[in-house]
């Protein structure tokens, strides 16, 4: 049984429609890409998983449908939605943002070992630990980004172009600490980009999207064959 | 010498009223990231309903208990059925909403009770002791020291509980603290609720130095405002410290500069002020704002 499922998902910002019938699904322990040109609505289609935009069709999470809940309650399932943007909380430091993204758990004592293990997982943060997070530069942000998902102990992640407007070197730290995440947390993702070899390097299988369309769906392999998709997305 | 001792201890406790309403900007900044307006309209309306049960016999502490029940509730309702249609919109906006709050809160306590000033009894014995040669009310004395009771624990919350780590995420950025499974409405509602309450409290330490009106705290909340962000808006400490500073330096100025006399003198806690943000803009105790992009 797949963990995420998107059976026909339309979503609209008020009376612009902008998705028209998305269908796609994640396996358990899976890693699936969302790729697509700007504006495709990738964005949204995370949004709409997560709840904090206006949905029809079904949008199926351990079997059960959970279009129309709100963002805090698909957080209480399990769904951690890394943003575009990071949503980095600025005045707050990074112990603090860490601590936020474990506000729904209990266990405090395995809390501190995964501030931890965050800050082992993203080196960078260890010395930046009490500082606030708006002081932090872009790539230490998405890092303290995706640690604050990881807080959760979430079921999946959806991140959101992570490597948005960062050094290539920065932008390959940051995935290949989603790699070791991916592997050693037991987590499933989402991981939408436009970068496709970022991409690559963590998900098994990509659905392309097309202004709020599917135009192709494929495994990692299948996709990195293919002319037109090495074209738009790798960079020839 | 006990003459300056002596005006130094009465600016102290002109300082204790604005250090009391200057908690409470704190909190709602603190909780909603608003400057909220509407906080005098809510503390008065709060302490007349203590005064309304003292009228009929009810002892002032318990008098003080209900209204900052009644306090919680009133702040929560406003978040629920006023403020939230402004959330997530134009922050000046729903700065503009707390000021109609207050218009609003202000002509219904006239209505039900006037607009003359009523005495109001103290919850501390209304007697003056002499300690070296300086006159002290125990009144002042009992202001301040809930007062400092309040500061520390106002904050502990922000600091150190769960609850204010959430507040102040909240306030920070709501649809971010939201994807971590906060539940944004709730704990901005009981970010009012508490500001309401405190607000209730400080109502209730100061009428009966000011005598109880609807216009009560009108002139008190533009010092509370200045010693909130003389503090730096968003620490407890910061408040108490710069209320007790535009206490002191109104009462000096008043006292030692002749030209200045008691009419001029509430000019000179704002020109203070103003030179102390032009050398440090985030306040005496904020945390300087970095904003990267
Ligand atoms: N908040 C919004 N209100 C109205 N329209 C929006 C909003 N957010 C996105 N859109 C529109 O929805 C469409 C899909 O946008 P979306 O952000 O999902 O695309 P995307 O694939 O993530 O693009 P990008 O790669 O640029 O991030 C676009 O046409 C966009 O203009
Ligand atoms: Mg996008």
Redesign the interface.
């Known amino acids: 049984m797949s963990l995420l499922e998107l059976e026909d998902v339309t979503a609209s910002y008020g009376h612009a429609q902008v998705l028209h019938g998305i269908s796609f699904s994640l396996s358990e322990n899976g890693a699936t890409g969302l790729l697509g040109a700007n504006g495709a609505g990738k964005t949204t289609t995370l949004r709409a998983i997560s709840g904090t935009v206006r949905t029809t069709g079904r949008i199926l999470f351990e079997g059960r449908d959970i279009s129309g809940l709100g963002p805090d309650r698909t957080a209480h399932l399990g769904i951690a939605h890394v943003p575009e943007g990071r949503g980095t909380l600025g005045q707050l430091s990074v112990r603090e943002n860490l601590l936020v993204g474990a506000y729904q758990r209990k266990d405090r004592k395995q809390i501190a070992t995964d501030v931890d293990y965050v800050l082992d997982l993203f080196p960078n943060l260890q010395e930046r630990v009490r500082s606030n997070a708006a002081a932090l530069s872009g790539g230490e942000q998405q890092m303290l980004a995706v640690g604050r998902a990881f807080m959760a102990k979430p079921r999946v992640i959806l991140l959101d172009e992570a490597s948005l407007g960062l050094a290539p070197s920065t932008a390959r730290r940051v995935y290949d600490a989603i790699v070791r995440l991916r592997r050693e947390a037991q987590v499933s993702m989402v991981v939408v980009e436009q970068n496709a070899n970022l991409a690559f390097s963590v998900v098994d299988d990509a659905t392309v999207l097309e202004t709020g369309r599917v135009a192709l769906h494929g495994s990692r392999d299948e996709l990195m064959g293919m002319d037109a998709v090495r074209r738009a997305y790798l960079g020839g | 010498m006990s003459y300056f001792i002596q005006v130094v201890v009465d600016g102290l406790s002109n300082g204790a009223i604005y250090a009391a309403i200057a908690l409470a900007i704190v909190l709602v900044y603190r909780a909603t990231g608003l400057i909220n307006f509407a906080q005098g309209g809510m503390a008065v309306t709060a302490t007349f309903v203590a005064y309304a049960l003292t009228r009929v016999g009810v002892p002032v502490l318990l008098a003080l208990v209900v209204a900052v029940v009644f306090g919680f509730l009133l702040g929560a309702l406003l978040e629920r059925g006023v403020m939230r249609h402004f959330e997530g919109g134009d922050p000046d906006t729903a700065v503009v909403a707390t000021i109609a709050l207050l218009v609003v809160l202000s002509g219904l306590s006239a209505y039900f009770f006037g607009y003359e000033p009523h005495p109001f009894p103290s919850l501390f014995p209304n007697r003056t002791i002499e300690v070296l040669g300086v006159f002290v009310s125990l009144r002042s004395i009992g202001t301040i020291t809930v007062l400092l009771v309040v500061m520390i624990a106002l904050q502990l919350l922000f600091r150190s509980t769960?609850l204010g780590?959430?507040m102040?995420?909240v306030a920070?950025?709501p649809?971010?603290?939201?994807?971590?499974?906060?539940?944004?409405s709730r704990l901005l509602m009981i970010g009012w609720g508490l500001a309401a309450a405190l607000g209730a409290i400080a109502g209730v330490l100061v009428a009966p130095q000011l005598f109880i009106s609807p216009g009560m705290l009108d002139f008190v909340l533009v010092y509370a405002l200045a010693s909130a962000i003389l503090g730096g808006l968003?620490s407890p400490i910061g408040a108490v410290v710069a209320a007790a500073f535009i206490g002191v330096v109104e009462n000096l100025a008043g006292a030692y500069l002749d030209f200045i006399g008691d009419d001029l003198k509430i000019a000179v806690p704002f020109i203070a002020v103003i030179v102390i943000l032009v050398v440090r803009p985030q306040g005496l105790f904020g945390?300087?704002?970095?904003?990267?992009v």
């Open positions: 769960k780590l959430a102040r995420a920070d950025n649809r971010s603290s939201a994807l971590s499974g906060l539940p944004v968003d945390r300087k704002v970095t904003v990267r």
